[in-house]
């Protein structure tokens, strides 16, 4: 037998994957070529194997849910386009003003269509909080009340959403709780949406970086974005919200995270969903808020993005096959990959969500953290 097809099928083997099986988590492949390009590539030959369609998988998040547990990620880590991947972003700044457009460039600003079909009516590209929901618009509609509920929003309080999106949360901070809010994104389709669906123009919407930011802030909130920021602009991200918020203020930050210091993004995630992006570990994140910020609470719920996502897959799928967008076959494998690959992660408690909550000074008499949405449980 090949090495290199030997080497991968005793990998799957001890991660109980197996080569044209009959389960649905096991790999069909129908080029031969693929186990030297694996080996050669990585994870990035993997991912544009299976754009390509040299291999399937009928449960590709059960596949990667098994090859993490397995550590296959970190076996296939020591390829060439890992190391270019760690290369850039150990030597230049990936996410400055300069490049910071790159990813809505490459991922956001594609088709509203396309986002508006996999995420739902809250457009929220965030995982759902699904303590108490059974379907994605309630867990997505928890997280929006949980976030208001852990900035303990009042009418009438100016807060700024950094990388608003859709503009969903922005919506919902005015709507249900009649904040003043002001909502920022580098993504010009996600502010054109943002604008078209407030017509009577009661948030204030910017298509900007956030270091470009001025102003005073009773809240500040950041959802999903913080993973675009670079951990070589971290310390600069804290500064300019610390200067933005108001001593009395909050400050939740809500984003994917590591288990430890990564260099960079997956190649394949890299190259073809978010280019330039990062996860935090929990002391690169606490490294930049020391000294800033006083920590009152720090929330994991890693496990409900794995429910979240496969909540977007089934979208996905569904709203390609009604015509809620067209796309490519090799697109739609992509986002097949993305969507169940990353659930797989999630699955495996490889990657986290937090939510932490920040204060200037430290919330006088103490921070009461929010879980339970119950208000007589929390």
């Known amino acids: 037998m090949h090495k290199a097809k030997k080497l991968l099928i005793d990998s799957l083997e001890h ?9 649905p988590w096991d790999v069909i492949v129908h080029n031969d070529e693929l186990f030297d390009r694996i080996l050669r590539d990585g994870t990035l030959g993997a991912g544009e194997a299976y754009m390509e369609g ?3 998988c009928d449960a590709l998040d059960v596949l990667f849910y098994k090859a993490i547990g397995g550590n296959m990620e970190r076996e296939l880590s020591h390829s060439l386009p890992v190391f270019f991947v760690s ?9 400055s003003i300069r490049h910071a457009v790159d990813v809505a460039k490459r ?12 995420l739902g009516p809250t457009m929220n590209y965030s995982c759902g909080y699904w303590r108490h929901a059974s379907t994605l618009e309630e867990a997505q509609m928890a ?15 100016k807060v700024l959403d950094i990388g608003c999106g859709w503009g969903g949360l922005c919506r919902y901070m005015h709507d249900h709780y009649q904040a003043d809010v002001t909502g920022i994104s580098v993504a010009s389709e996600q502010i054109r949406y943002a604008k078209e669906h407030d017509p009577e123009q009661t948030i204030h919407w910017l298509c900007d970086d956030y270091r470009a930011l001025a102003g005073s802030y009773d809240r500040i909130v950041s959802v999903g974005m913080f993973e675009h920021v670079g951990r070589k602009n971290y310390a600069t991200y804290m500064q300019k919200v610390r200067s933005l918020l108001k001593k009395d203020g909050l400050f939740l930050l809500h984003t994917i995270g590591a288990n430890y210091q990564k260099s960079g993004a997956d190649p394949w995630i890299n190259k073809y969903i978010f280019p330039n992006g990062m996860l935090p570990a929990p002391v690169s994140l606490s490294k930049a808020f020391s000294g800033l910020f006083v920590l009152e609470d720090w929330h994991n719920f890693g496990a ?5 996502l496969m909540a ?17 076959e090799e697109v739609r494998r992509m986002y097949r990959y993305y969507l169940l690959s990353c659930a797989g992660a999630f699955r495996a408690r490889d990657i986290q969500l937090w939510q932490l909550v920040l204060s200037p ?18």
């Open 15 to 23: 991660a109980d994957i197996r080569i044209n099986g009959t389960r």
């Open 54 to 56: 040299w291999w399937d």
């Open 87 to 95: 290369l850039r972003q150990k030597f230049f700044n990936m996410q």
């Open 107 to 118: 991922h956001y600003n594609i088709s509203n269509e396309l986002f508006a079909a996999m």
């Open 143 to 157: 997280k929006m009340e949980l976030i208001c509920r852990k900035l303990d929003l009042k009418p009438g309080m």
């Open 304 to 308: 409900d993005y794995d429910r979240t």
């Open 312 to 328: 977007w897959y089934e979208r996905f799928e569904k709203g390609l096959k009604e015509g809620g967008f067209t796309c490519h």
């Open 361 to 378: 000074h430290g919330v006088a008499g103490g921070y009461r953290g929010v879980r339970n949405l119950d208000p007589a449980r929390n």
